[in-house]
Nanobody, 124 residues
Framework: QVQLVESGGGLVQAGGSLRLSCAAS????????MGWFRQAPGKERDFVAT????????YYADTVKGRFNIHRNNAKNTVYLQMNSLKPEDTAVYYC?????????????????WGQGTQVTVSS
C-alpha cells in the first residue's frame, strides 16, 4: 500500500502564493506518476497537474498553466505544487494522488492512491 499526506494549505489573498506538499510512504515504487486534483463545494473533482516520477515530465490543466508548478524530490518521496497568482476561483480542497498507470493521466479514476486533502482558500 501507499500512503499520501498533504500539507501546506491555508488562507491567502488573491494574487498571493502557496506551496502544497505531498509526502508518500509505503510501496512508492509502484507509483508511475503523481498528480494534484481539486474539488470545490458542489463541484466535481478536477485535474490540476501531474508529474512523472522518473523523468519529471509534467502536464497542467489549462486553468492553472503558467501559474502553478508541480515538481518532485524523489529522495524525499515528496511532490510539491507551487501555486502563484492565486485567484478566488482556485479555492478548493486539494488532493494529492498517485497512479501506476503509464502515460499522462488526468482522469481521477485512474489514480489508485489518495491523500486526505488540504483546504486552500483564496480571498478577493
Amino acid at each position: 500500500q501507499v500512503q499520501l499526506v498533504e500539507s501546506g494549505g491555508g488562507l491567502v489573498q488573491a494574487g498571493g502564493s502557496l506551496r502544497l506538499s505531498c509526502a508518500a510512504s509505503g510501496r512508492t515504487f509502484s507509483i508511475y506518476a503523481m498528480g494534484w486534483f481539486r474539488q470545490a463545494p458542489g463541484k466535481e473533482r478536477d485535474f490540476v497537474a501531474t508529474i512523472r516520477r522518473s523523468t519529471g515530465s509534467t502536464y497542467y490543466a489549462d486553468t492553472v498553466k503558467g501559474r502553478f508548478n508541480i515538481h518532485r524530490n524523489n529522495a524525499k518521496n515528496t511532490v510539491y505544487l507551487q501555486m502563484n497568482s492565486l485567484k478566488p476561483e482556485d479555492t478548493a480542497v486539494y488532493y494529492c494522488a498517485g497512479t501506476g498507470a503509464v502515460g499522462i493521466t488526468t482522469n481521477a479514476t485512474r489514480y489508485n492512491y489518495w491523500g486526505q486533502g488540504t483546504q486552500v482558500t483564496v480571498s478577493s
